[in-house]
């Protein structure tokens, strides 16, 4: 087997990028900084006192 198929290639390739991708978001996840993310829990300060404004199904519904 001295000639390299081209679908061996293909496969590596793709094994290649799975693996860095699952590597990377691993990195990612372990280096999770704790803290807030823009106000949405309850310990984090928000930027608008006032609740946000939602608009319910049956409204949209309503106005059509």
Known sequence: MN????QLV??????AAAVLFLARRLI???RQR???AG???TGCPSESSQPA?????????KSS
Request: aromatic share 14%.
């Open 3 to 6: 000639q390299i198929d081209w």
């Open 10 to 15: 293909i496969t590596l390739l793709c094994v």
């Open 28 to 30: 990612r996840f372990f």
């Open 34 to 36: 704790s803290g807030c």
């Open 39 to 41: 106000g949405s829990c």
């Open 53 to 61: 404004d939602f608009v319910s199904l049956d409204q949209m519904k």
